[in-house]
């Protein structure tokens, strides 16, 4: 309950959010009924299910939506502590594993933003799975799993990353007092949760019709990158823009405090503590999936591994030592977690002022689609940028197209990526209006997209010429539409000013 309690008041600031980013399209897809998939291609029953019943109960009210939220990572900080009592035996150091679970500053972005939820959502029926096979092996292993099958369905229904499940149960297995299973007792245990996964991958690949959207495209180097970096996060939060921008920096930092603090355990104990081994091993599977990409979101589950190697390594400590580092850690935790809701709160304010400014252009009858010069992406890490048509069509106006010449990311709400005045940034020929930016690069400040192929300037879309010059300068010509259906726009001091 403290776990749950200290849960919950982290995550009280984002009852107050509106819809971000891709909230809409979600919502637009379970506005017309019940659907199995994403509009992204992810087979989510379950995930889509909340947001319908959302949808039918609560229609556009964000309030609720962020509620279901917060309860959701209330949830799982409660089950963090009662896997880690029941592994360990030790209700202390669950406890001070749970409180830890429960601040990490990575957790806002799964209450700031709704489409977020399919991380706490998968890690309630994960953790509930994991707890129900512990008892089904420490009453015996009679019979099926049958709750643990069910709850890692409905793990999978939420979110694929719930594949590392039979991984992280047979390490666990490997582990605790069930090492003396019998060979029946085993495939029972494990085997039939290896064949459950392909069988759900196997539903997964008739319901899309294909493989459907798998973040696959990486490299290995950029894989064992972004895991360096969520080991670095789960000491030192950052925002993974900062992170990213200085990764040596930080990820020096992050080593030198774990190794202290394990050099001051050994000493004291003559071993590092053992749940802090398992734990490591429990954090490099659970966060096996998320390396294809660096998001916050990701590290919801596997830092319950990370919180129980703290916990691990603090209680290990001496007196005064372990009063200063604990004390230490959660003041800086407290730190980054002002810093997380300071930066979702930019993006919010962008997109309420954005969708403001949309909805007032879709209501010119002649409008048939809005161009956006720099549309903003991010702001402050913070996503902004989705369907912007569902947003319209959702709130009660005419469902114009909306469409970005360029994607940016902005360092704040209010920044002007403009090349110099408002007036001398822009040129209106007959044929076209040539808009003139200068996006500096450095932290939360780029261009997202698109971008010329490798070694070449210039790039050519249906709407716009883009021609990317050196220092972070772009010219965009945007063509006008047929018949004056079509309306220009930039972004410039937080709000959309008409072009042509």
Request: glycine content about 8%.
């Amino acid at each position: 309950m403290l776990a749950a309690f200290v849960a919950v008041v982290a995550a009280l600031p984002g009852l107050r959010f509106p819809f971000l980013s891709d909230d809409w399209a979600l919502i637009e897809a379970v506005s017309t009924g019940l659907t199995h998939a994403t509009p992204y291609g992810d087979f989510r029953p379950l995930y889509m299910s909340t947001l319908w019943l959302e949808y039918l109960f609560f229609g556009l009210t964000p309030f609720f939506y962020h509620l279901t939220n917060i309860l959701l990572i209330a949830s799982t900080a409660a089950l963090v502590v009662i896997l880690i009592r029941l592994y360990t035996g030790d209700t202390p150091l669950a406890a001070l594993s749970g409180v830890l679970y429960a601040l990490h500053p990575y957790h806002v972005e799964n209450t700031a933003w709704i489409s977020a939820r399919s991380d706490p959502l998968y890690a309630v029926f994960y953790l509930g799975a994991a707890v129900a096979h512990h008892r089904w092996l420490a009453n015996g292993s009679r019979g099926l799993p049958l709750a643990t099958m069910l709850l890692f369905q409905a793990a999978l229904f939420s979110k694929e990353t719930a594949l590392t499940l039979p991984a992280f149960l047979t390490l666990m297995g490997l582990l605790q007092q069930f090492r003396g299973l019998r060979l029946r007792s085993w495939m029972r245990s494990y085997l039939l949760l290896w064949i459950q996964l392909g069988l759900h991958f196997l539903l997964r690949f008739l319901a899309l019709g294909g493989a459907g959207r798998t973040l696959a495209d990486g490299s290995v180097g950029t894989w064992a990158k972004n895991g360096l970096a969520y080991a670095a996060a789960a000491l030192i939060p950052a925002p993974t823009e900062v992170l990213t921008a200085s990764p040596a920096f930080w990820g020096i930092v992050a080593t030198v405090i774990s190794g202290l603090m394990i050099l001051l355990a050994f000493i004291r104990n003559g071993r590092i503590p053992p749940p802090a081994v398992g734990a490591t091993i429990a954090f490099a599977i659970l966060l096996g999936p998320s390396v294809v990409g660096l998001q916050e979101r990701y590290i919801l589950l596997p830092s319950a591994a990370s919180a129980l190697i703290l916990a691990s390594l603090i209680r290990s400590l001496r007196g005064h030592i372990r009063a200063i580092i604990s004390t230490g850690l959660i003041v800086f935790w407290l730190f980054m977690l002002q810093i997380h809701w300071g930066n979702w709160r930019q993006a919010a304010e962008a997109s309420d002022l954005l969708i403001a400014d949309l909805t007032e252009l879709s209501r010119r009858p002649e409008i048939q689609e809005i161009v956006v010069a720099n549309m903003p992406f991010q702001v402050r890490g913070g996503s902004v940028a989705g369907d912007l048509r569902a947003a319209l069509a959702l709130r009660g106006e005419r469902p114009v197209n909306v469409r970005a010449a360029c994607y940016v990311s902005y360092a704040t709400a209010d920044t002007d990526v403009l090349n110099g005045p408002l007036e001398h940034s822009i040129d209106r020929e007959p044929s076209f209006t040539e808009v003139r930016l200068r996006i500096p690069i450095e932290t939360y400040s780029r261009v997202i997209g698109p971008t010329p192929p490798p070694g070449e300037r210039f790039l050519e879309t249906s709407i716009a010429w883009l021609r990317f010059e050196d220092e972070g300068r772009i010219r965009i010509q945007i063509k006008p539409g047929p018949e004056d259906q079509r309306i220009a726009v930039v972004w410039s001091g937080g709000r959309l000013q008409p072009l042509f």
